[in-house]
């Protein structure tokens, strides 16, 4: 069973400071790893995707990889209260045939003006 | 093309009632997927196609539920004989399947539609 873990919030942080949001996937042949941010009662939106070890940075959020910890996480920098939204990780796995992501449960984040 | 998109966007039926689902993905895509979500969890997956063919289910996916894309355009979910437990968002994505890891997979959702059964 493909396991994609995150801690579900919320947190908090103060408006222009840094989120640090992170993941933890249990399959270890996983290949691509996505964040999507999705806001209360809609849907989810991709954010970035990442699939080779180290950052990928897209304004002001930057996605970092360590696949030897199985680890991936997103920061967001210069934090504002339009990005208070529930963040979901998302792991592609190979072999799965169907390109399906499997998703954690989300953080939520609260960015406090 | 503007995304995605779905409807009804909301359904309220009463239990062992059917209901249908309708998705159009983006029209170059050829991949596309039913998810379920229910609150404070993330997306499920529920089945997938690509073109036509079904190629992916789900063990969510009980024998109640059906889904087609015929032509490998829309695609319908239907629940037969819904039940409380099959409350929930049912999302729907497409994504264009392609060589290589890169930008392959990005999976685009649409609105959703919001199931409440009572």
């Known amino acids: 069973q493909k396991e994609v873990e995150q801690n579900s919030g919320p947190l908090s942080v103060p408006e222009g400071a840094i989120a640090s949001l992170n993941c933890t996937y249990s399959?270890?042949?996983?290949?691509?790893f996505f964040w999507y941010r999705q806001y209360s009662g809609k849907s989810p939106e991709l954010i970035m995707f990442?699939?080779?070890?180290g950052d990928k940075e897209d304004g002001r959020f930057t996605a970092q990889l360590n696949k030897a910890s199985q680890y991936v996480s997103l920061l967001i920098r210069d934090s504002q209260p339009s990005d208070s939204a529930t963040y979901l990780c998302?792991?592609?796995?190979?072999?799965?045939?169907?390109?399906?992501?499997?998703f954690g449960k989300g953080t939520k984040l609260s960015v406090i003006p | 093309d503007t995304g995605v998109s779905q409807n009804p966007r909301h359904k309220i039926t009463k239990r062992g009632q059917n209901v249908t689902f309708r998705c159009d993905p983006i029209?170059?895509?050829?991949?596309l997927y039913w998810y379920r979500q229910t609150l404070g969890q993330g997306p499920e997956f529920l089945t997938y196609?690509?073109?036509?063919?079904?190629?992916?289910k789900s063990r969510l996916l009980s024998d109640r539920f059906s889904a087609e894309r015929p032509k490998g355009s829309f695609s319908t979910l239907e629940i037969q004989r819904t039940e409380q437990g099959d409350s929930a968002m049912y999302l729907c994505?497409?994504?264009?399947?392609?060589?290589?890891?890169?930008?392959?997979?990005?999976?685009?959702f649409g609105a959703g539609s919001r199931l409440t059964v009572l």
């Open positions: 994505a497409s994504s264009l399947g392609g060589p290589g890891l890169a930008g392959a997979n990005v999976l685009t």
């Open positions: 399959d270890r042949g996983s290949q691509s």
């Open positions: 990442i699939y080779s070890n």
């Open positions: 998302a792991v592609r796995s190979p072999g799965a045939g169907s390109y399906q992501l499997t």
């Open positions: 029209s170059e895509h050829n991949r």
């Open positions: 196609f690509q073109n036509e063919a079904q190629l992916e």
